[in-house]
């Protein structure tokens, strides 16, 4: 069955820096789109970033305002969130998700990971 698994969260310093991982199996990861989604406390679930399934598109959600780099490696079955100069609304559970459509900018994924919780302090 199609898994991912999100890694890398934890708490971090306003103005810090953290990179998420999603590995991918059961699936030909080489294929689908992959996104990465956030979930505040209280507020519904938003789209961060998308890529495209060879990496040369990507797709940002406008608060993220180049603070963020979305990346894939497609022979480690990886797609990769590098966020820098964290605030502390970025504070959030992250989850990454996987779709066979070419680069989807909604929620309508067609997997999801567990999600991993990312706290920003000020």
């Known amino acids: 069955q199609v898994q991912l698994v999100e890694s890398g969260g934890g708490l971090v310093q306003a103005g810090g820096s953290l990179r998420l991982s999603c590995a991918a199996s059961?699936?030909?990861?080489?294929?689908?789109?992959m996104g990465w989604f956030r979930q505040a406390p209280g507020k519904e679930r938003v789209i961060v970033a998308a890529?495209?399934?060879?990496?040369?598109?990507?797709y940002y959600k406008d608060f993220v305002n180049e603070r963020f780099i979305i990346s894939r490696d497609n022979a480690k079955n990886t797609v990769y969130l590098q966020m820098n100069n964290l605030k502390p609304e970025d504070t959030a559970i992250y989850y990454c998700?996987?779709?066979?459509?070419?680069?989807?900018?909604?929620?309508?994924?067609?997997?999801w990971g567990q999600g991993t919780q990312v706290t920003v302090s000020s």
């Open positions: 890529i495209n399934w060879s990496g040369r598109s990507q």
């Open positions: 059961g699936l030909r990861f080489s294929t689908y789109s």
């Open positions: 998700a996987a779709d066979r459509s070419p680069l989807k900018t909604t929620i309508l994924y067609d997997y």
